[in-house]
């Protein structure tokens, strides 16, 4: 994500260099509300989890959390997963179910 473009100078050289134009505002193309959570999606995905449960390395990751070993379930998760950014998301979306489970428990 880029600063707010600057005005141009009109002149050939310097940090603003180029010819002045005036800027146009442009549509607001489909692509922009690519990977935005539908409500549809989010209900299905809901219900399937409902009905499915979790993986077994799932289970297993929330059951380390538990034990607090978190850095061992990140391990875990980024064999099973293949990037340490996925496996961080879903550490974290274990700590928020077990956290709902407690919240849900009294």
Known sequence: MAAAPVQ???IAVGTNKGHVTTR???KAKPVNKKGVLSKRTKFVRDLVR???GYAPYEKRIMELLKNSADKRARKLAKRRLGTFG???RKVEEMSNVIAESRRAAH
């Open 24 to 26: 146009r505002e442009l």
């Open 8 to 10: 141009k100078t009109g």
């Open 50 to 52: 409902e009905v499915a």
């Open 86 to 88: 996925r496996a961080k």
